[in-house]
């Protein structure tokens, strides 16, 4: 072991965790006034809910066993996973215990990106019920299929920091709830603005900070992939986001704040599952490219067929991360190729681009398939959406009893 290394994903693990209260910033701006208090608890729960699952059966899920499918039971409530010795993983120069601490911090985040699809219109309990449901049945599976030496792995897709396993399965999985539980009221009618644009930066800029430990501490170690993977990270978030400035002046006549906050988030998501692989000019094309597409998805595509997803995950981590794990099978360089023969298209091979995108078609399938259940099962037994007078009022007051702004007493906007 390496105890530069252990210093390291150490630092990188409170950066990843640092990126759930992030969004609840960036998710609680972008919604209205009336909501941001329920908006900011949907995404800190699960603060709550995957620590506690992780311990008792997400790691063991995730990363023991042989499986194609899902790691087996021997290390539940982390059981024979040494704190201060690398005994199940000899390759890493990190122990177990902190391996897994890093990977707990990536389950909180990832089922938290899901909210922002069901904001304004989702009763809190049955969500809570569904991403303990989630992680269980969506998340540790996937975990296991890409990064535990599953089906994906043997396929030998690569994603570097979770482009399958993060982006894709929130985005989509926000999709299939947004369309189950519903638009909001008055979806098209009403002109759901932004309420607190600060906080969109503040929750960006704080996303972006996390991001390197989110992708540089997914090299494992304190060496030249993981200085590779923080300086694409950047590059790839400052393309993405001079890029969204460009779209904007064109297509609206001025660059918005929120915009341009936007677009950063996106760069971010496409080049995470590529970061420790492709090169510096890679990551700039990859941030260029991302955010017209993104910008498309939601700007064109999600009007034309009518689907209220309320903050954008699926335009955002959904197709961002479609995006950034077909450019990994294009641009990821012999010299950070995981397997010699499997580097990107443009260096003479095709290989690992076919994988990744049959990896990416089996995650948006399973996701789907497997989230829809889940939320169709729990409104069996409960109303999974508050009523329109609830929904009036604002989830602040009708979920939580509380009201963000005590001393404002006008109507809301």
């Known amino acids: 072991m390496n105890t530069g290394s252990i210093a390291f994903i150490l630092i990188c693990s409170a950066l990843v965790l640092l990126m759930t209260p992030a969004l609840a910033f960036f998710y609680g701006g972008l919604v209205r006034r009336k909501n941001v208090l329920n908006m900011i608890m949907m995404v800190l729960a699960p603060m709550a809910i995957a620590s506690i699952l992780w311990v008792v059966l997400g790691f063991t899920m995730s990363f023991s066993g042989s499986g194609s499918f899902v790691g087996n039971f021997n290390h539940l409530f982390m059981n024979g996973v040494d704190m201060a010795k690398n005994t199940l993983f000899p390759a890493n120069q990190i122990p177990d215990g902190l391996f897994s601490g890093f990977q707990m911090m990536f389950s909180i985040i990832t089922v938290a990106l899901i909210t922002g699809s069901v904001a304004g219109r989702m009763r809190f309990t049955p969500l809570l019920i569904f991403m303990a449901l989630w992680l269980i049945l969506v998340y540790y599976p996937l975990a296991h299929m890409v990064w535990g030496g599953g089906l994906l792995a043997k396929m030998h897709a690569i994603d570097f920091a979770g482009g399958d396993v993060v982006h894709i399965s929130s985005g989509v999985t926000g999709l299939v709830l947004a369309l189950v539980v519903g638009k909001r009221r008055g979806f098209r009618a009403l002109e759901y603005r932004p309420h607190n644009i600060p906080f969109v930066v503040l929750g960006a800029g704080l996303l972006w900070f996390g991001w390197f430990g989110f992708n540089a501490g997914s090299a494992l170690a304190a060496n030249g992939v993981a200085i590779n993977a923080f300086m694409t990270t950047n590059t790839a978030a400052a393309a993405a986001m001079l890029s969204w400035m460009l779209i904007e002046k064109i297509m609206i ?34 941030g260029l490219l991302v955010s017209p597409v993104s910008y498309f998805m939601m700007s064109v595509v999600k009007r034309k067929l009518g689907y209220d997803d309320a903050l954008d995950a699926f335009g955002c981590h959904g197709i961002g991360g479609i995006f950034g794990g077909i450019m990994t099978g294009i641009f990821t360089t012999p010299a950070f190729a995981l397997e010699k023969g499997y580097s990107g298209l443009i260096y003479g091979s ?7 995108v049959s990896a990416i078609v089996i995650t948006i399938v399973f996701t789907s398939v497997v989230s829809f259940v889940i939320i169709k099962v729990i409104a069996l037994f409960m109303p999974i959406r508050v009523t329109d007078r609830e929904e009036a009022i604002g989830l ?3 979920e939580h009893n509380e009201t963000a702004y005590p001393t404002f007493l006008g109507l809301d906007a």
């Open 396 to 398: 602040d007051d009708s």
């Open 350 to 356: 095709g290989k690992l681009l076919l994988a990744n």
């Open 253 to 286: 006549g001025k660059p918005s704040v929120v915009g341009t906050c936007s677009g950063a988030v996106v760069g971010l998501v496409a080049i995470t599952p590529g970061a420790g692989f492709v090169s510096l000019w890679g990551s700039i094309i990859i």
